[in-house]
Every structure is written in C-alpha cells, then in structure tokens.
C-alpha cells in the first residue's frame, strides 16, 4: 500500500486493484486459517489434550476475550488505516495458526487461541467497516452475499483438500495447520503489495460512541453473539463426543454447508435486497428456533446422526441471513458512525461470549439439552426484537415506533 487513493478515483483502476477485489481477497484469506482451525479443533482437542465439555467452554470462553475488547479498535485507528489495521490482523491469525499444533496442552492451546483471536476478532470489526463504507446502500445486500459466497467457496478448497487427504495422504494436524496458516499469509502479503489505501470521504468518528436511535441494533447484537458461541462450541462438538465424527467426517459436514451456503449466501443477499432486513431476520430468527429444539430434542429421544447432520447444515444456512444486520445499520447510520459503532457492537455480540462458553459448559457435563434449549430461548428474543424493524429502515426511522426526524446526539 504504497500510496492512497479515493474511492471516486479507485473506479479508474483495473478492476483487480479495486476495493471490492480486494474485500473478495481478504475474504478468501481469513477462512483458509479460521474455518480450517475450526475443522479441526474439536477432534484433536478431544483426541490430543483430552478435552471434555467443560474444557472447551473455557476455550472458547478465552478466545471470545479479544472480540469482548474489539472496541479498543477505536483507539488503534487513531494511528494506523483501517485497511492496514485488517491486513495486520489477517496476517497474525495466519502466523498463529500455523503453529496451532506444537502447543498440544491447555496452557499452550489457550495461548495460541489467544493469538489468533486477536487476528480474528480486529480483521472482523475492521472489515465490516470496511465493507459498509466501501459499498453503497444499493449495492451492499447482492455484493455481501457475493463476499459470503467468496469465503465460502476459499473455505471449499481446504474442506475438500482434508476431506480427500486425511487418510489417503496421512495427514497430520500440523502439517494442515501449517498450510492453512502459511496460505492467510501470503494472501494478505499479496493485499500489501498489489492495493493502494483507500480513502473514502467520510472520516470516521475514532471515539467510542453509543447513540440511543442505535439501540435496537445493538440488542440484535447481543443476541446475536449468545446464538452463535452456543452453535460453534457446542454444536460441532456434539457430532464429535456423542457420535464420534473423525477428522474426515466432521470436515465433509463442513464441506456440505460450504457447497449449499456458496449458491446460497448470494440468493440470500438478494433476497435481503427485495424483502428487506425484517422479513429476512425473522425468517432467520424462526428457524433457528426450530434447529435448537431439534438439537436438545437429539438428547431425549435418541434421534441419529443424519439428522443431527442435517440440523447443522440447516444451522449454517440460517446464519448466513445475519447479512441483514449489516445493511439495516448502513440504513440508519450516519456515514462517519460505521467503523466506531462497528467496533462497538462487536464488543456487545461478545460480552456473552466471554461467560457463557464456560458456563454452559458446566451445564453441558449435566445436560447438553438444555445447552441447545438455552439457544432456542435466544432465537425468540431475537425473533420478537426483529419485529421493531421497520419495513424500510433509514436514519430517524430505526424501529417501528420510530419517525423521521433530525438527529443530534452527541458521541459518547
């Protein structure tokens, strides 16, 4: 990034040195470390360290600490470019990856996950940012479902890559750690070199901010960020401890999400566009419901790995509707509140995740039901918070009881 453009200017530049090339680059680059971490970590916790429920709740508890502090962005941007606060924060989830397996104890895989949540949780703040910066209101729906579809197809080349070479080419958890991890970097030293920085008119406010009109965002994030640690700890978890998905097994699952959510997200994205945000979350909200009841359901009466297998793909297909979070906040902001209030709802979809992993862990050794039950409890809030969305959201008009009017408030 040797010299800054605007985004008026970058529409001159060939296309693969534009901000949308580069958003699709980097969302090829954060999955190749993170989905295939994630692939992963169930199997050779459990199989390597011995992991048992409550052991992974405080995992994931520990790793969720960065996007709990994911406001401190705020401060960081007063020095350093957006753009390269993400390339850095890419760059550290790679390196930090790659050496996920020469820590196999609890202090050392703690330590590690650490690292690369750091990496993680700031590339996702600043890369919303980004996104809702970079993208017009008209556009933002289609092209983010576009960027889903990207990272999901990237995340296709590891998924088939282990699924096709675990056995057959005996591969070791280090040796795809390093790969994965050794990918990310160089996708992102690419970014480096081959983008200018982009600049956009609106200079973001670089102070934490909280504005009563954004409250209902706010809400949805929190709520939000409990539905999601309960799906990535513990639902993954349930296919390897209580039916005993291998390496190659729980990968080919994730394979199946990731050819469905590749055609899928951008349908979403447009249907996003033309049913708006509020129809699209509570269609999300409602099956989400649905799926944890199964889940705990799969407890009590015994149901097989099929549907287990189907309730998770399903899981991952409602997920992909969050998309419509992002653009109702583009709709009612003000331009220069993105990248401060981004940061902020990421540390609001965190506070939950630093708790609640442990806590349901413990409640997990008793009664993994409840753990599924507890989400479906969150998805009817989220469910009745989505019905204060207006059909059209804009700014003065954020929630059904809202009307347009003049906005003064001041950041705090």
Known sequence: MRNSVTLADAKSLPIWRQPIALLFVMTAAMPLSFSVWSALLNNFTIEVIGFDGADIGWLHGIREIPGFLAVGVIAIIVFMHEQTLALLSL???GVATAVTAWFPSM?????????????????????????????????????????????????????LFIVLGWKTL??????????????????????????????????????????????????????????????????????????????????GLY????????????????????????????????????????????????????????????DHLF??????????????????DIAPTA????????????????LLGYIWLQSPACVFFAAAGFSALSFILALLIPRHPEKGRETIFSGVRGHTETAT
Not at 113 to 131: A, D, K
Not at 264 to 291: H, N, T
Not at 322 to 329: E, G, N, P, Q, V
Not at 343 to 358: G, K, Q, R
């Open 343 to 358: 940061a902020v709802a990421f540390t609001i979809n965190h506070i939950s995740a630093v708790f609640l992993p442990i």
């Open 91 to 93: 760059f550290l989830l």
């Open 255 to 314: 394979l199946i999400n990731l050819m469905i959510n590749m055609f899928a997200a951008p349908l979403f994205g447009r249907a996003v566009g033309f049913f708006g945000e509020r129809k699209a979350l509570l269609f999300e909200y409602a099956g989400l419901m649905g799926v944890f009841l199964a889940y705990g359901g799969i407890y009590y009466f015994g149901w097989g790995v099929l549907l287990a297998a189907v309730l998770y793909v399903l």
């Open 107 to 159: 202090a050392g895989i703690l330590t590690i996950t650490m690292l690369s949540s750091i990496g993680f949780h700031y590339y996702e703040t600043v890369n919303q940012s980004l996104q809702l910066q970079w993208l017009t209101k008209e556009e933002a729906p289609r092209k983010l479902g576009l960027l889903i579809g990207a990272g999901s197809g990237a995340t296709l080349i590891a998924y």
């Open 319 to 336: 997920f992909s509707l969050a998309l419509a979070m992002k653009t109702y906040f583009q709709k009612i902001a003000d331009p220069q």
């Open 170 to 251: 005996n591969l070791s958890y280090n040796f795809v750690y390093i790969l994965a991890g050794a990918a990310t970097v160089i996708l992102t030293l690419y970014c480096v070199f081959a983008f200018p920085r982009f600049t956009t008119p609106h200079p973001q406010i670089k102070k934490m901010i909280l504005r009563k009109r954004y409250w209902l965002y706010y809400a949805l994030q929190f709520m939000a960020g409990a539905r999601r640690q309960i799906f990535m700890v513990f639902a993954g978890f349930m296919m390897v401890e209580h039916f005993g998905l291998a390496v190659d097994q729980i990968t």
